[in-house]
């Protein structure tokens, strides 16, 4: 029996009221953290202004770029990572040709048929997600297109990061009020027990006109459809009742107002509302995997707030190196901060909830004007329960392009996660140093 | 003969169970079976057996001081056979011990024969207990395939399913639910849901899940194109087939019509009509005269040549594909200053001229003798001199549209050098008639289903079906008029525009293009360029009316400044009418949601209806109805979500994954009994039978013909019983029959899962290989049903089936095609093969990997072939080497040691010499003359009795002559349990005779032998339990 010792019982007891995956004290054993670990993506296309986009040195010495500045107070709880990139992302074209991989690292189909691989948010999610609420949430900022680009890939692989399997996107939610209602409610769990009371009361009906010997039988079914019902309920009542005693107790359980209904006016509103509601997801346990696309590849978006170029996203980031891409690119990056220090001030054993995650900021370019991704740029926050160093900056540049895959991060990533595997898209080895 | 010859000899005869006489003794009253028990069975048991057979270690483990009561007994009849035939034999006693006297033995053997007879005459046609049960995994999948039309196999992922004694996992003696499974069962029945689609007039399943935007496009989409593709708009076809027509006197169909004709060369009649009337004229000018020239100078044919046209149709066919290239019309997006070319209102509006057009010709095409030909086009330069490059969506230095222009240089050296495009001078109106009229019957192309961003030129922009061409976002044009007009008659054009209305129904696609062009284009008019969209307006609806009428009045706006700089007037046009239509389209989507939920609750209905097997009470209809009002109302889901939970409850229900049929009501007086009030019966419900006849024959729901039949109650009735059966034996879901009931027979149905062969010593065995090895005992099994062979073919047919990779292995000449494409071979014995004893899969099964197993495959024969009870070995058998190559002396010879034990002697000597006859077969059926360390292998062995026999021909000649009875009781035994669903019991044995009987009778046909079963009591009826209940028997079910 491990020894556990007297603080993390007693902190065990009171975090245990209001986080309900703490069930039984043998989770304390002695080891770093217990705390579940919680993976992010946030993707904003189209590549950022290389001029600006810079850290050196490592902990309290990091020297980050004007792009990075938002990241400032949590520079010792950051790796930024340079050098990263999907080989199967490079040669076969511009934008869907090189978004369509990037969580996946396979290659992607041209033409009628879309086809990719699973992402590893969504591979994470397979194999924590039937411990929380929902297994994992996707959400974005901008609705997708589905048209076809000029090198006749689907702009499919444009609009969404997340693929649950080589033939399906995840469709993203870009409403705030529905991605909200799905913290509350697996609706899925709700509408299975509606039929399953449903279905006994028919069974109930049925076996009072059989055979006692049938009725055995049906008694089989009726006793199997009541225990899962129970078991089902009885997820969601411990849901409900860890928020109830957690407010009875005063204790800092995020809270936030259900959003409007609708698509914000203020896109700065939209981002905020959608990191709001990962963080308290993260917080609360709904969920432990999200992804977030802020800005698709060939986005769409304009920044009337940013003093950036009128035509979009996209047209700015062919004039990469303006002052206007720059400020385009700080202010995803700034949700990035936004959402890191949300976690970071919420309590969890000896840290905070940032500690035991990792939000991972990237994008399906290096430099739009060229259209390079021979190299992306990566942060990562959040140190997963101390398995992850952090406050380092990360160079592979010229490790070697089978020592620099994006794979090779995803593997590393989800070893710490729990999740055991060979091989990822393109990569069967890790990626050293992480 | 030796004594030891005779005891060894007799015993097979009683086993096979034939040993119940039914003779005309005079029948015993229970009283004195009784009596007989307790004076003389008892006692002779308590004397001479219960020394060695009692208590938890009694030998051969039968434990007879555990037989207290005559039921006991009887109820283990089976055992008791056994018991009768080693008396008989007198093999038991053994030697050694103490003996009874021959009159006392008699006694026993005459008590046990007296109580079968009376049993069984009691209760001759007793159905038996025969409990409601779920669906097994197997039937709940091809259940699944029937009632949705797609093979989803959602139970794919189930536990195995545990089988009763007889080795079946149909019955409810095993069969049992768990919160586990039920677990499964939901998100079962949730996969299913996932695939259902809702449309117009009703629900449908797709093949895939139908959740993602683009799962339904591609669904919707494929399903357009496909009705595209079965179309023929080849012209030769159309010239052959009129050629035909015109000369059908010779070619023997004197009176064949144009329809006719039509429909045998698989060719659109309505167009057959067209061609053959443009053909069949004369013109005196211009294409259609030169086609018609080249039509009369098709060959005249001889009776046995009906292909001698077919060079001089792809000539005509290829003229008139020429003439239409060099002379199809081509249109360009009208011009507005500030608006690109690629703007969807303008864009659409080519592409709609493009659809409208295609019966109609290109005047500039011609040119008159005498006048100065057209000058070569070129395309524009840029400022260094070259050619400009077309850019993203085919746009010049001018923002004019150059697709046209590209199309028309890429067709002009074909024109100038085309002949047949020349006018002569002052002709020109007469031949402009002349074009219209050919282009009017041959379009320059029947129907689009592709298009780039440079369309007519694809470029690049290949495999975008039905796409609109548009450059990013998405958008669809249909371009199919000719087919229509020309091709389609009335069910087929209502067929096509109910595919396109399932497109927009289920896709939602003018929707869906319009909201990402209001975000990634829209922002053209603010001058913010190609790729910019509009802000986000507060109401999150930008599909309502008032925005998109917005749009029209500012795009109008726009067009009218323009067109202080020329602006082209269609433009105007152009924009008003993209927006009407968009929003026309949009409210009668609105409007087509709203008709059809009605539409979808009947289909709802006639959903459950046949998942239940029958039809629905009145109160069922409403619950459905109440169930689906309370998901919208109380839950607050929306329609289609109701409808998925909706079709979840009813797959959930237990009168879907329950054989309810097969529960019992209160007890009724019987007309089909023929025994005493001992056993009530009650016949089945006509809908109760349809059920049992489809779970038996096809392991599936019932079709419409059954339920029909029950529904008139005339299933039941003999000529309608036989002539249902025999078409459900020819059906493709017999093959429900041959799988389940002979995989498990056979003990072959998890065959696809082994993995005890080493692939690296077995390279071959592939998944492919193994695969096949599985279907091959499944289409003989199969071949035998559906052409109502004799099921001795099984064992002696010189006949099998192979796919390719079965036919290599098995060192057959080669089959051409893919893992689906099964030959039959009818000299299958020249490769030491045909009927089922030799077939890989079961030599492979029962081989442990590195070398053959004469004991297992031996058992394998003698067990499951033969029907032999073999009871297990003792626990403690030294393990013969797994790998055959490491072994010093051959198996064979290993094992006789082990058959010298007298121990091991007493089962082993009545199946290790079958397993011997199959040596020339290696590990994994391949056959081979010399094992893998190097002997020569020899397949001679001694079997039970003494006969010696070599090979397979050997086995099956002592089959032949010794044990084919058993062979034909044991299959019928197999399938009546099967076909019953629950283990047999004494009352069964009259029928089991009457079943060998009719085999034989004729032919040992299959027909006979199901036919028998299907007639039977057993099969009609089921028991009437006396237990009361307070509600009536249901109604419904009748």
Redesign the interface.
Known sequence: MAKIDRRTVLRGMGVTMCLPWMDSLSAFAATPSAFPKRFGVLFMGCGVNENHWSAEGNGADMKLGLSLSPLEPLKEKINVVTGLFNKNATGQGIHPAQTGQLLTGTTIS?????HSGISVDQMIANHVGQDTLQPSIVLAC???????????F???YSSHISWQNA???V?NEV?PALAFDTLFENRGS???L???D??RD??QT?S???????RE??D??M???R??ET?VDSMRKNQEKADDLAKLKNQPVLSMPRPA???P?DFREHTKLMCDIIALAFQTDKTRVASLLLARD?S?L?YPFLDAA???H??ASHNNLSDGYERITRFHVSQLAYLAAKLDAMPEGEGTVLDNSCLMFTSSLWVGRTHNNSRLPVVLAGGLGGTLQTGRTLDYVDAGDENRRMCSLYLGIMDRMGVKVDQFGDATTRLANL | MTKLHAVLFTPVLVLAGIAVPMNAAAPATEVAVERGFTGTVQPFVATYCTSCHSGEKAAGQLDLRSYTTVDSVVHDYARWNRVIARLTAKEMPPATAKQPSDADRQQVIDWIQATWQNEARLHDGDPGVVLARRLSNSEYNYTIRDLTGVDIQPAREFPVDPANQAGFDNSGESLAMSPALLNKYLLAARDVADHMYLNGTGFSFAPHPMLVETDLDQYCIQQIVDFYERQDTDYADYFRAAWIYKNRGVLGKPKATLAEIAAQNKVSAKYLATVWQALDAREDAGPLAKLQGMWRALPVPKANQPDLANDGAVQMRDFVSRMRLDTAMRFASPGVKGLSTASQPLFNWKNAQYASHRRDFDRAALRVEGEPPPVAPVLPLDKNGKPVALGLVGTGPNGEDLTPLRAEIAAYTSRMANPDLVVPAGQRPRYEAAFAKFSSVFPDTFYVKERGRFYPDPGDDKGRLLSAGFHNVMGYTRDDTPLKELILDDKGQKELEALWDQFEFVADYTARTYVQFFFNQSGEILGNGRESGTLRPADKDVTAEAIIMNFKTSYLDFVTKAAAQKADPVAFEAVAQHFERVNAVLRGVERERVTAEPRHLDALMAFAARAYRRPLSAAERADILSFYHSLREKSGLTHEDAMRDSVVSVLMSPYFCYRLDLSTSRAQPSPYARASVATPAAPLSDFALASRLSYFLWSSMPDAELLAHASTGDLHKEPVLTAQVRLMLKDDRAVGLSTEFGGNWLDFRRFEDINTVDRERFPDFTNALREAMFQEPIRLIGEVIRSDRPVLDLLYGNYTFVNPVLATHYGMPEVTGGPDHWVRIDNARDYQRGGLLPMAVFLTQNAPGLRTSPVKRGYWVARRVLGEVIPPPPPVVPELPKDESKLDMPLRDVLAQHRKNPACASCHARFDTFGLTFENYGPVGESRTKDLAGHAVDTQATFPGGTQATGLSGLQTYIHANREKDFLDNLNRKMLVYALGRSLQLSDEPLIQRMNTRLAANGYRVSALIDTIVSSPQFLNRRASSDSSNATPRKAAN
């Open positions: 041209k033409g009628a048929v879309i901008e609705q997708p297109m589905t048209g076809y680009h000029e090198t006749n689907s702009l499919a033939d399906s996107p469709p409403y709700l509408r299975n509606s039929i399953l449903r279905v028919a069974a049925l009072r006109q059989i055979s006692s010997t049938d039988k049906l089989e079914y006793t199997s459809v225990e899962v078991r209904n609708g698509l006016e060939l769409a304009y009128p035509e979009g996209h047209a």
